[in-house]
């Protein structure tokens, strides 16, 4: 069962708003459910109702009725559905979320279930064949990558990774990125001023998008490759003044300034990067192994699409992943048993293989990996560009006092006129220290 082309708009719009979660303000529309009564044969078949909150393009609710002999109960996400459903100790017995993000947040208030008896038992989900991803699924009560598990992602990318398209490279007569060697942001922001096409003063085609996964991301990671961290030691504050975070957010004000791709001042208004890629509008797009899924669904842009290393702001090499999107089971489920039976079938049944085959990610098992398409040209090179990448995948601890998204909604408040006014780098980074942290510090007063 391979992810369907359709379902590449919802998982980006998913990860996008995926650190939105308890507390957060609802997205536009109501939750909706979905009761399927079709379960497999037995005098068992039905006995139990499994309520999955996801995409409806992550589950064929049908295929798990049969295969688990369960009632599955689908519920649309959304985040102030699931507080109120938290809060009142009815949670769903599954819920989509972001290891990258939601693992420390949801962990910290003691709303998720400790997975470890369950994989410790587990002969389909081994925790030897665990890819080190999973390991933003753990927390310990102060950060990620240690302590218990929590979760389990369905797929990844190192999402700093370029796609690109060599017809747009060959018409600038540019050269092409390196498959081994990553490119510095100072490159890559040249590359994109020569990428960009513009007319009557607007730009026609972006030279490159380096916020699909939000610009707290980039940051992130960028602060991150320049040998430093966005958050303290104690995940309580953000510091943008520091060396390594101030290198960053100088880089991402002069990618604003320059107009050259999607921004907080001007958002692309196609609302993510594959139909802008696909329309030859966008040269390159940071988006990681997972949008090779959406390139195989037009043999035109595969034949001219390229994958690249992720680029580095310092000497510290590191591919990091934003979002590690999979399930994790609430601690006030009812249904915890058929809950993990669901895992076992999610993760390493014929979903699993499905996905791992369809290219929309890497697989979370390392036994899939091998599962990983390589039949066309363009597939064989991302194939091999992602094996090398491997080595430089490192976690990044998030805060478990404030959510992405919040912290994005501070980056669009403050960036748009800071760039139109001509803000120093060094007071535009005060701006965010003082919003975020008081954010964060809200966040860590609820916990006390």
């Known amino acids: 069962m391979s992810v369907p082309a359709t379902g590449s708009l919802d998982r980006r719009r998913f990860l996008t708003y995926s650190g939105a979660a308890l507390g957060a303000a609802a997205l536009s529309g109501c939750a909706a459910s979905v009761d399927d009564g079709s379960g497999g044969t037995g005098s068992k078949s039905g006995s139990t109702t499994l309520t999955v909150m996801c995409q409806k393009e992550d589950l064929d609710i049908k295929a798990a009725g049969k295969a688990l002999g369960l009632k599955i109960r689908y519920l649309q996400p959304d985040p102030a559905k699931l507080n109120a459903l938290l809060a009142a100790k009815t949670p769903p017995d599954v819920v989509l979320g972001s290891g990258a993000t939601d693992a420390p947040y949801f962990a910290a208030r003691n709303l998720m279930t400790d997975l470890d008896p369950y994989f410790a038992k587990s002969t389909v989900l081994k925790r030897s064949d665990l890819d080190p991803v999973n390991d933003l699924w753990r927390y310990d009560g102060s950060k990620q990558g240690a302590g218990p598990r929590y979760g389990m992602a369905k797929d990844y990318s190192q999402d700093q990774m370029i796609w690109y398209r060599t017809d747009l490279f060959e018409a600038a007569k540019v050269d092409l990125p390196s498959e081994t060697e990553p490119l510095s942001y100072e490159e890559l922001l040249d590359l994109g001023k020569r990428l960009v096409k513009r007319r009557l003063g607007k730009v026609k085609v972006y030279g490159l998008n380096v916020t699909g996964l939000g610009s707290f991301s980039s940051l992130l990671g960028m602060t991150a490759s320049a040998g430093g961290s966005v958050f303290a030691e104690d995940l309580s504050s953000v510091d943008f003044s520091s060396p390594e975070a101030l290198k960053a957010l100088k880089w991402m004000l002069e990618y604003t300034k320059a107009d050259i791709g999607p921004s907080t001042v001007n958002p692309n ?180």
């Open 269 to 448: 208004p196609d609302g993510w990067d594959w139909p802008t890629f696909q329309a030859g509008r966008m040269a390159m797009a940071t988006d990681g192994y997972w949008f090779g899924g959406a390139i195989a669904g037009d043999p035109k842009v595969a034949e001219v699409s390229r994958l690249a290393p992720a680029p580095q702001l310092g000497s510290s090499r590191i591919s990091p992943c934003f979002g590690a999107t999979g399930f994790w089971i609430p601690k006030e489920s009812k249904n915890k048993d058929a809950a993990w039976k669901f895992f076992e079938w999610f993760f390493g049944g014929e979903p699993a293989q499905g996905r791992a085959a369809g290219g929309w990610g890497v697989p979370s098992l390392k036994s899939l990996r091998e599962k990983m398409p390589q039949d066309k040209p363009y597939q064989k090179q991302a194939f091999e560009v992602q094996e090398q990448e491997f080595a430089y995948f490192k976690p990044l601890t998030f805060t478990p006092y404030a959510q992405k998204d919040a912290l994005d909604g501070v980056i669009s408040k403050v960036l748009p006129g800071a760039v139109k006014s001509g803000t120093s780098a060094g007071k535009v980074a005060d701006e965010l220290n003082k919003q975020m942290n008081a954010l964060i510090a809200k966040g860590k007063d609820v916990l006390g």
